[in-house]
């Protein structure tokens, strides 16, 4: 009943969406005084827009950042700034991680003034990890975290929980609130936080008990990878056989190939306006994340006993592009720096 549950609530969410416009400030007035004090720790490109969104939604932050600069702009804004993970721990009710890896999620939980720094006592009744990370870590967090005892009752919580929420969407689409959330954990606490996902994203899915929001990602970005070498390697292929690149992303687009690395993020400079393959490949998914991403891939796969050859071979492709100095070109550069595509213009 709990899944029929919470798969009706999560299916309002598409009508809530359409309530709740990308361009329109959403605001929560009946947010739930176990809510109200959120901390934010880990502002960068993707964080800080996630923050952002929150504010404009009505919660009060405290946030942190090693980043001085980021903390000094928050904090002209009005949003109280922390020097330690710890300190935001002990000023909110419910902390969301969105951090680079798997050891920085483990230091901000565990390493000196970490959040779970002060004993077996912890303030928040919610930790939200929206990191990309392996399994195995968000399952071990939420495992230490099950031990550890709320400093004070929240609402109908008396012990805290965790939740791995990593997210699909770009930079553009953290900025707009559209994310796609990939919840992992406790299906309740996920129900009772879903204001804070409202804020933030587009649509929230819920895939099981804890790591299962981290592997989801996994394999949704290992999916991605795949997808758009097999696109860059057609397109590159079609090109040296004499098919504009223009002909064949037309025939994609209508037929059994068409994929979201064809219609709406292609990789050919000249095809698309607004996405990273018009700029020079700048902004987007980095390389460098993306080859990050298929080593947790290569590694879970080696856990479970999967096998993994495509996931192995776009591993190798991505790390020689960081080798070769694109670790920062959006991973779509890969038709031009890897299969040595080439530029075509709408109107040649």
Same mark, same amino acid.
């Given at each position: 009943m709990k899944i029929c549950r919470l798969r009706y609530l999560l299916s309002l969410r598409k009508c809530n969406s359409q309530t709740f416009p990308p361009t329109t400030p959403r605001t929560f007035s009946s947010t739930s005084h176990h809510l109200q004090n959120v901390g934010f720790i880990g502002l960068g490109n993707m964080g800080s827009r996630m923050a952002n969104n929150l504010i404009k939604a009505g919660f009060?932050?405290?946030?942190?950042?090693?980043?001085?600069?980021?903390?000094?702009?928050?904090?002209?804004?009005?949003?109280?700034?922390?020097?330690t993970a710890y300190e935001v721990s002990e000023a909110s009710d419910v902390v969301i991680t969105m951090l680079p890896s798997s050891a920085h999620v483990i230091d901000i939980y565990t390493g000196p003034n970490g959040l779970l720094h002060g004993g077996k006592l912890i303030r928040p009744w919610l930790l939200i990890d929206s990191s990309t990370i392996d399994p195995q870590t968000s399952r071990n967090l939420s495992a230490t975290i099950s031990n550890y005892i709320l400093k004070e009752k929240k609402g109908d919580w008396e012990m805290p929980v965790k939740?791995?929420?990593?997210?699909?969407? #770009?930079?553009?689409? *953290?900025?707009?609130?559209?994310?796609?959330?990939?919840?992992?954990?406790?299906?309740?606490?996920?129900?009772?936080?879903?204001?804070?996902?409202?804020?933030?994203?587009?649509?929230?899915?819920?895939?099981?008990?804890?790591?299962?929001?981290?592997?989801?990602?996994?394999?949704?970005?290992?999916?991605?990878?795949?997808?758009?070498?097999?696109?860059?390697?057609?397109?590159?292929?079609?090109?040296?056989?004499?098919?504009? *690149?223009? #002909?064949?992303?037309?025939?994609?687009?209508? #037929?059994?190939?068409?994929?979201?690395?064809?219609?709406?993020?292609?990789?050919?400079?000249?095809?698309?306006?607004?996405?990273?393959?018009?700029?020079?490949?700048?902004?987007?998914?980095?390389?460098?994340?993306?080859?990050?991403?298929?080593?947790?891939?290569?590694?879970?796969?080696?856990?479970?006993?999967?096998?993994?050859?495509?996931?192995?071979?776009?591993?190798?492709?991505?790390?020689?592009?960081?080798?070769?100095?694109?670790d920062a070109k959006d991973f779509s550069c890969a038709f031009r720096h890897y299969y040595s595509g080439m530029d075509e213009p709408l109107d040649s």
């Open positions: 009060k932050l405290t946030v942190h950042d090693k980043n001085s600069d980021v903390l000094e702009m928050f904090s002209q804004m009005g949003v109280s700034t922390k020097k939740l791995d929420a990593p997210v699909s969407g #770009s930079i553009i689409a *953290a900025e707009a609130g559209t994310l796609t959330f990939m919840v992992g954990g406790s299906e309740e606490a996920l129900l009772a936080a879903k204001s804070l996902f409202l804020s933030m994203g587009k649509s929230t899915i819920y895939c099981g008990g804890a790591g299962s929001g981290s592997a989801a990602k996994i394999c949704n970005n290992l999916a991605l990878a795949v997808s758009m070498l097999g696109i860059s390697e057609a397109l590159a292929l079609g090109q040296s056989l004499g098919v504009p *690149a223009s #002909s064949l992303t037309e025939i994609f687009n209508c #037929s059994s190939a068409r994929c979201w690395s064809s219609d709406t993020y292609n990789p050919v400079p000249g095809l698309m306006e607004g996405v990273p393959s018009s700029r020079d490949y700048n902004g987007g998914f980095a390389s460098k994340l993306m080859a990050k991403d298929l080593n947790l891939a290569v590694e879970s796969a080696k856990l479970a006993g999967c096998k993994y050859p495509l996931t192995s071979h776009a591993q190798e492709i991505y790390k020689e592009l960081c080798n070769g100095g694109h």
